[in-house]
């Protein structure tokens, strides 16, 4: 029965924050991987999605194991 205080509204601002910057989960990650690793290698910039993933990768070293595996192909690859 409580209408939305000041404080419950602040909250919700930075819930919706939190969540439009919210971490990558590794299916997301693995998605991305391979533009991430073409536009490493290729020496373009990244867009803040790109970054997302990178951050991902530094946290998770499953997803970093296979990035790597990734770049090694590409790199290989004629
Ligand atoms: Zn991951």
Not at 18 to 46: F, I, M, Q, V, W
Not at 48 to 74: D, G, K, S, W, Y
């Amino acid at each position: 029965m409580n209408p939305l205080g000041p404080q419950h509204v602040r909250e919700l601002i930075r819930f919706v924050g939190l969540t439009r910057t919210r971490e990558l989960n590794c299916s997301e990650c693995r998605d991305a991987a391979g533009e991430l690793a073409e536009r490493r290698l290729a020496g373009l910039p990244l867009d803040e999605a790109l970054e997302r993933v990178e951050h991902h990768l530094q946290l998770c070293p499953e997803c970093t194991e296979e990035f790597r595996a990734l770049e090694r192909i590409l790199r290989e690859a004629p």
